[in-house]
């Protein structure tokens, strides 16, 4: 049994999350949504988002992600040079401190 050929029109739509949806073109669109990209057949509108959703993770986790990555980076720039800082100063040919008053 062959499948018929689907020829309703849809429509992309995008969510604050940056979430991707098929609805069919014509019915309303839900709370929390709007439309953008094409409006036609189906196979064009999962390419259109084949191509523009490459990140399936929503928005809020990306930005989350990102916020502890500088965390992580800024917390590791503090240890490095906290560390610096914990060297004994260097000595002079003298057995005195470097800068030390004589």
């Known amino acids: 049994m062959d499948k018929e050929?689907?020829?309703?029109e849809y429509q992309v739509l995008v969510n604050s999350e940056e979430q991707y949806s098929l609805w069919l073109a014509g019915q309303a669109i839900p709370n929390g949504w709007r439309q953008v990209g094409p409006t036609g057949q189906k196979q064009v509108c999962l390419d259109y988002v084949k191509e523009v959703w490459t990140d399936m993770r929503p928005l809020s986790v990306r930005k989350a992600m990102e916020k502890y990555q500088a965390e992580q980076a800024a917390r590791k720039a503090e240890a490095a040079a906290g560390a610096e800082g914990d060297v004994p100063p260097a000595t002079a040919s003298g057995g005195e401190?470097?800068?030390?008053?004589?």
């Open 97 to 102: 401190e470097a800068g030390a008053p004589v």
């Open 5 to 8: 050929e689907d020829t309703r």
